[in-house]
């Protein structure tokens, strides 16, 4: 048995908190269209720390799940990635497809939004956490079958020995979502990213797989990236926040920086538009218009159209991610200290019907 | 209080479970809605909220007698609408109208946009009495271009979309909207968009809505009063303020406790009520309380004896001293908020 026990205890191989795990500098990725090609991520960079939590917030085509597959090298070939993605001392997007495979799944390692299409349905679930454990480690079948129910009930799914011979078909979409987390945990990452992973869920599972999230990233140590549009699960969940519009980080700070002093527009008026459970009905801010297309995108700031706050600079230049009021709150708008102070409705319009057209329509209306 | 606009009483909505081959002899039915009442009133807001499975949509669809009832009754204006004769549903359907959740699905592909709103007229033979007119001022009111009205459901934005889907509902003028989960299917700031136009809507022409939603907190936002559904039955009911100030029964609480508060200091400094499992299957739902099986008071707080009754007694949707209904034999109020 010693020979055979895996030794997977945290802290093992990992550096000191605050160490720089993963850097990602100057990210794009292009994919072609028949419209020309579409820029779907715009130069991200960003720094993730050993055992922090970033989150990463943004609306449907905003490229914050782009960046994350480019980050795994899962784009499809006809995708145009470049810029430097530094793990390990080893920029991975330079690393020949079988060294990659090294670093998938046990140094880095993914949650997918759905976990039915991330299980193979011919398989029991205990086989497949032991697969996971057995690509990267020599181990026997019955050790790695071991590891696996250890790992079902680190994720607290209840009787984990049977469990284990379930077929995924056999399971709730809260469970099915437990065993990948386990898939992620199965060689002691270096970092987890996971994407929306509670998007399908209802809330009462949501909370539990939250639970387990936490649970797997305090068992491994490991930095975790959550992709996400739900600023709740950020607001718990995050240490760091990065808020991306367009294919490009727009705000970047502390979880209490961006939502309590947001500093670009866009940030404010997303926080203004959620209703809050916690305090009376409040009149809210919707963001008029929608995101521009990233095929052919125009110069400037890609929100300027929506932003009430917009003037001439705005079409012209489009802003850099600059320091605001702390040297690590960055945020890409020309009218950034305009923000310092305001509240969403003092920006944003919240008359949204055409009153002319309404009232016309309330005095024909019997 | 005056006479409510809609009263829904006791309805029962079962679908059968069939055997497989031929012969299709039912086995079971699921039982999506089960015995469930409320009234609406005029100018009001309903919000119908429960994880999905709950019946919530089903109870929606039975009140606009778009599927029938197994039982029960559904009074509009006095009327009977469960057994109404075709023609005289076609009447009231210019009075209760329907806004569905997904805004690509509900929406005819090849029909102009002002087709599709002023299809209604159309069918009520009201078009030909100003209907280009009204459809211009509908698309306004809603905040559409009267001059996008040739284009196609595809070529708008589903914020977009989901404001045709509202302009072709109040084309006849409704009383009543059932709205189905209108903005689910839309970001954040897209949604507020919405929401803020049914707000706009509902004050000027004075419409009632059944809100039905999983989302807490945007029910919250736009109802005066609320229902909480679990497993096809009314868990809690009460206005807005008393159940996000007081919740009584374990399951609104574990709800309210579940949803994250975008707020990181309040967020962390949150007490969990967190409920274990998973929903159980509504053909064979559990016996006495149907929440039981995942019931944190249940599991952490009751003597075997008082779980007893749980078990063997359903509770009724009634007062407990919370000043709302619940139906929780244990029922007591917290503050979570």
């Known amino acids: ?366 | 209080m005056s006479e409510p606009l809609l009263s829904v009483r006791n309805v029962v909505k079962h679908f059968p479970i069939r055997s497989k081959g031929l012969v299709r002899r039912q086995i079971g039915a699921v039982q999506a809605v089960s015995d469930v009442s409320f009234e609406l009133a005029e100018g009001e807001t309903l919000g119908l909220v429960g994880e999905s499975g709950c019946g919530k949509s089903t109870t929606a669809r039975v009140v606009l007698n778009l599927i029938p009832a197994t039982s029960g009754q559904v009074l509009y204006k006095g009327r009977e609408l469960t057994g109404i004769s075709r023609g005289g549903m076609r009447e009231l359907r210019r009075e209760l109208q329907i806004v569905f959740q997904d805004p690509y699905a509900s929406l005819d592909p090849r029909m102009p946009v002002n087709e599709i709103i002023a299809e209604p007229l159309r069918i009520h033979g009201l078009y030909a009495d100003g209907g280009r007119e009204q459809v211009r001022t509908l698309m306004q009111t809603v905040g559409l271009k009267p001059e996008h009205g040739n284009r196609y459901a595809h070529e708008f934005s589903g914020g977009q979309r989901q404001r045709i889907g509202i302009a072709r509902a109040l084309a006849l003028r409704p009383k009543l909207l059932v709205l189905d989960e209108p903005v689910s299917a839309l970001d954040v700031s897209i949604q507020a968009g919405v929401l803020n136009l049914l707000d706009e809507l509902q004050s000027e022409l004075g419409l009632s809505y059944l809100f039905v939603s999983h989302d807490l907190s945007v029910v919250r936002h736009i109802a005066d009063r609320i229902a909480v559904m679990y497993l096809g039955q009314i868990v809690e009911t009460g206005t807005s303020e008393q159940l996000f100030t007081a919740p009584a029964h374990p399951y609104t609480q574990a709800l309210i406790s579940a949803i994250p508060l975008p707020d990181p200091r309040k967020e962390r400094a949150r007490e969990r009520i967190t409920v274990v499992g998973d929903l159980p299957s509504p053909a064979n739902p559990p016996s006495g309380c149907r929440f039981r099986t995942r019931c944190p008071k249940f599991a952490n707080e009751l003597t075997s004896e008082q779980q007893t009754r749980c078990v063997e007694q359903p509770p009724e949707l009634v007062d407990r001293g919370d000043g709302h209904p619940s139906s929780c034999h244990y029922a007591e109020s917290r503050a979570l908020l």
Request: glycine share 8%.
């Open chain 1, 1 to 366: 048995m010693t020979s055979e026990q895996i030794d997977l205890a945290p802290s093992r191989r990992k550096g000191a908190a605050g160490e720089v795990v993963l850097e990602v500098s100057n990210l794009d990725v292009t994919f072609p269209s028949g419209d020309g090609p579409v820029r779907a991520v715009r130069g991200v960079d960003y720094t993730l720390h050993r055992g922090e939590v970033l989150g990463i917030v943004g609306e449907s085509g905003s490229g914050k799940s782009v960046t994350s597959m480019a980050v795994m090298r899962l784009l499809p070939t006809t995708a145009k990635v470049t810029g430097e993605v530094r793990f390990d001392g080893r920029n991975l997007l330079e690393l020949s497809e079988s060294e990659m495979t090294r670093v998938r799944g046990s140094k880095i390692a993914m949650i997918f939004q759905d976990p039915m299409t991330s299980l193979n349905p011919v398989y029991t679930v205990g086989a497949q956490i032991a697969e996971a454990v057995r690509a990267h480690h020599d181990v026997s079948k019955a050790a790695a079958l071991d590891r696996a129910v250890q790992l079902l009930d680190k994720v607290r799914i209840p009787n984990a020995r049977d469990r284990a011979s379930s077929f995924p078909h056999e399971l709730s979409g809260g469970m099915r979502q437990r065993v990948v987390i386990a898939i992620a945990m199965a060689n002691d990452p270096d970092v987890i990213i996971a994407d929306e992973p509670t998007t399908a869920l209802d809330v009462t599972v949501q909370a539990q797989i939250l639970d387990a999230l936490k649970a797997a990233q305090q068992e491994t140590g490991a930095a975790m990236v959550l992709i996400t549009h739900d600023l709740g699960v950020i607001a718990g969940q995050a240490d760091r926040v990065m808020v991306m519009y367009a294919g490009k980080p727009v705000e970047i700070g502390t979880a209490e920086d961006v939502f309590y002093t947001p500093r670009m527009p866009y940030s404010l008026g997303l926080l203004g538009s959620l209703p809050r459970m916690d305090r009376p009905s409040e009149r809210l801010t919707p963001i008029p218009g929608s995101p521009p297309s990233v095929v052919n995108m125009p110069p400037g700031c890609p929100f300027g159209p929506r932003c009430p706050k917009h003037t001439e600079v705005c079409d012209e230049t489009e802003p850099e991610l600059r320091a605001t009021t702390s040297a690590t709150h960055l945020a890409a708008c020309h009218h950034a200290e305009a923000l310092v102070g305001a509240e969403a409705e003092d920006v944003f319009d919240t008359e949204v019907a055409d009153h002319d057209a309404l009232a016309q329509l309330a005095e024909e209306t019997p």
